[in-house]
């Protein structure tokens, strides 16, 4: 998080905003420039700033393509995630998207929400889980709301387990 | 899917061998073509059972007590009433599979199912 704002207020805000100073946001007070993408905001008007930070820090997006257009899709929207040698792509109930980032770079990036990994090249969504089966050598069938089956290979059963808090 | 199906029957198979073999104290010529047929089966009755069965708990997970409750009832009573030990045997060793099973998956999508309420509600504003 990049805080621009008068010196005198400087301390107060960086106190108050530090459960945010993770996120990807430029915080621009009033009367302050900045060139570039930013929310504005006013030292009167506080808590409708942080109602906005708490409510994107709970709603994260990621920046997704199609035929090189740009459309930011909301985190909770992606039902998985999968990852090849060069591009990761991110699935939602009804797109696909080519993402920027590279497999392990969007696993540290949800760390904390309900995403984990299932394979060696996949990240699931366990929102979006409808139901799962044993299958032979241990693994495990994800049958998802999408109507798409992937497999949780077992390396990943015991995380997953835990994830879930399975005794 | 054919896989799991396919081991899944030749386990049935080799369980039922195993009680006929104990049955007849390991007097395998006992095994003419004829019994290997009800032998052979069995076995796929049973897999089509245990098949149809595991997906139906995903139906009912959340009375998986009542399930257990009702298939032991119904299993013992089976066993319980006049019928050959071999009989016995196998209703014994299918309801121990079902039991199983019916603990194995509704205890892993209860888990799933409670975290993700927990996480809705958490992520609801």
Redesign the interface.
């Known amino acids: 998080m990049k805080l621009i704002c008068r010196d005198e207020h400087r301390l107060f805000l960086e106190e108050r905003l530090k459960a945010y100073e993770e996120m990807d946001i430029v915080l621009v007070e009033n009367g302050e420039y900045y060139e570039g993408l930013s929310y504005n905001f006013d030292m009167n008007h506080l808590d409708s700033l942080l109602k906005y930070l708490e409510n994107k820090k709970k709603h994260k997006t990621i920046v997704g393509y199609i035929d090189e257009r740009m459309y930011p899709v909301m985190i909770d929207d992606i039902v998985y995630i999968e990852g090849y040698s060069k591009d990761c792509y991110f699935y939602t109930m009804d797109q696909e998207y080519l993402s920027d980032y590279k497999l392990y770079e969007i696993e540290e990036m949800l760390q904390g929400t309900s995403f984990i990994r299932i394979s060696k090249s996949m990240l699931v969504n366990i929102c979006f889980i409808q139901y799962m089966k044993a299958e032979v050598n241990m693994k495990y069938g994800l049958y998802m709301k999408s109507n798409v089956k992937l497999t949780l290979s077992r390396k990943y059963v015991n995380d997953f387990k835990k994830k879930i808090g399975k005794r | 899917m054919w896989?799991?199906i396919g081991?899944r029957y030749l386990v049935q198979f080799l369980v039922i061998c195993i009680i006929r073999l104990f049955l007849t104290e390991g007097y395998a010529s006992t095994i003419d073509i004829k019994i290997a047929g009800m032998i052979f089966l069995y076995a796929f009755l049973f897999t089509l059972i245990l098949e149809c069965f595991?997906e139906l708990i995903?139906d009912f997970v959340e009375y998986y007590k009542v399930i257990i409750a009702f298939l032991s009832i119904i299993f013992i009573g089976i066993m319980v009433g006049g019928c050959s030990l071999y009989i016995k045997l196998m209703i014994g060793y299918l309801l121990v599979v079902m039991l199983k099973d019916v603990w194995?998956?509704s205890?892993?999508?209860l888990?799933?199912m409670?975290?993700?309420k927990e996480?809705?509600e958490k992520?609801t504003?």
Do not use: A
Request: aromatic share 10%; charged share 25%.
């Open positions: 896989e799991k081991i595991d995903l194995k998956i205890s892993i999508q888990s799933l409670h975290f993700q996480y809705k992520n504003i």
